[in-house]
């Protein structure tokens, strides 16, 4: 059988060839494992978009999968019209990825033949051999057993991104989150948590060192540290390999040993979801941590020399001033090495989306629906259409702008002291 998969472009993103899309090269590689024909055009890579580029792929194909964020979905939906209309109606198209999860009826509504959610390599196969349509979800429980992403897929050179000054590739060591932030979209099946053995990751590892040179990696499972057992064993795992590494951490897991462990294997950043120096919201969202541990999590790194990261938002469920306040005097007290401060925004899946009444949150669903599709909230200029009972739409990006410019600077200040203060030491 013969499959097509489109990776749809990000034009909402400042730089859409920074993470390399590892969906659709593992979904990739596994298909050509069960002896399947599959070709991947790659849309974020715009020097590949050229016009009269030919599509004989597509026509030969049998199913064509197209994957994407929510951010992504009209993108997701040109594509699906645009080939229904230029080959046949009956064209199977499939939607996959992180938007077909956790919104699966958007998908069909608009026209795509069948939806995968979560996992997509046994889901996307069951649609490929047999022709089914409608909902496909196949968990994968053992991930040992699925073949590395097919980096040969796609230029993955195009793609750029440096972890402490050397170019770094992702990897993926676990998949899903026992956690139900109210501001987090996935499918239910993601809560439970399967992990890779740390000698498969070192394998990859590897075999990405022997083949591209990589000697960084950015880890993009959701915590890291999830498992104390399982991360020293996978850190005692990377120690030999002298890599570099960033990757994201939950705060209530983290505790001297696991941090010590994580810096001797490479760890030069971590990335914590802080959220709120509000406990009061912290609680409101079932975030699960503790303003204090958020705080000896930062300690921590500080003492052992490991960058942090402060991931904040602003807008959160039954914000009010106050609150924004405490998230305000939890950046002045505890000086993270680099931060974010974004604007709350329910994406459709999440628990704040589906009841906001009880998460006291107020904005209209259409359109942001429509505001979301076309790629509007990532990173750009702060913009609000979620307000609370105490806080203006408009209110929460006076907040967040302020929160932004103040420690902005700062951040930006004490780099170029320390820089100085290198260069001096030097001198």
Not at 195 to 222: C, H, K, T
Not at 238 to 257: A, E, H, M, T, V
Not at 299 to 318: E, H, M, N, V
Not at 366 to 390: C, D, H, N, Q
Request: charged share 25%; net charge neutral; hydrophobic share 35%.
């Amino acid at each position: 059988m013969k499959a097509v998969l489109i990776i749809p472009p990000s034009p909402f993103l400042l730089e859409p060839l920074t993470f390399v899309p590892l969906g659709p090269l593992y979904l990739s590689s596994y298909l050509k494992k069960c002896g399947h024909e599959v070709v991947v055009y790659d849309f974020n890579d715009y020097k590949e978009r050229i016009h009269g580029k030919k599509w004989d792929k597509v026509e030969d194909s049998d199913v064509i999968g197209v994957t994407g964020t929510t951010p992504q979905f009209n993108n997701m939906v040109h594509f699906l019209k645009w080939i229904k209309h230029e080959y046949r109606k009956d064209k199977v198209c499939v939607a996959g990825g992180p938007h077909a999860s956790s919104d699966p009826n958007s998908c069909l509504n608009v026209g795509f033949d069948a939806v995968v959610i979560g996992d997509g390599e046994l889901a996307f196969q069951e649609v490929l051999e047999c022709g089914l349509k409608g909902y496909h979800s196949h968990e994968v429980t053992n991930l040992n057993a699925l073949p590395f992403p097919d980096w040969s897929a796609i230029n993955i050179k195009r793609y750029h991104y440096k972890v402490d000054s050397s170019n770094a590739m992702s990897v993926i060591t676990q998949r899903g989150c026992p956690y139900a932030c109210a501001f987090c979209s996935h499918w239910e099946g993601y809560r439970k948590v399967r992990f890779r053995s740390p000698e498969n990751v070192v394998e990859e590892i590897q075999v990405l060192r022997n083949l591209y040179g990589y000697e960084a990696f950015m880890f993009w499972d959701d915590e890291f540290n999830l498992s104390h057992e399982r991360t020293i064993k996978l850190c005692e795992a990377l120690k030999p390999l002298q890599i570099k590494f960033r990757c994201f951490i939950r705060s209530n897991l983290f505790d001297g040993g696991i941090a010590q462990a994580m810096k001797e294997a490479g760890c030069v950043e971590v990335g914590c979801g802080i959220e709120s120096g509000s406990q009061r919201i912290l609680n409101t969202i079932g975030k699960g941590t503790t303003v204090e541990q958020n705080t000896r999590a930062r300690k921590i790194c500080r003492i052992l020399g490991i960058s942090f990261k402060a991931f904040t938002i602003i807008g959160l469920p039954s914000e009010d001033e106050e609150s924004v306040k405490e998230t305000r005097e939890w950046l002045r007290k505890n000086e993270p090495d680099d931060f974010d401060v974004t604007v709350n925004t329910p994406y459709p899946g999440s628990p704040q989306w589906e009841h906001p009444e009880k998460y006291d949150l107020i904005f209209d669903k259409e359109i942001m629906r429509k505001l979301l599709y076309e790629g509007m909230f990532y990173k750009g200029p702060a913009k609000s259409f979620v307000a609370t009972s105490k806080l203006s739409s408009n209110r929460i990006v006076e907040l967040r702008d302020e929160i932004e410019n103040e420690f902005g600077r700062q951040i930006k200040s004490r780099w170029l002291w320390e820089r100085h203060d290198y260069k001096t030491s030097l001198e």
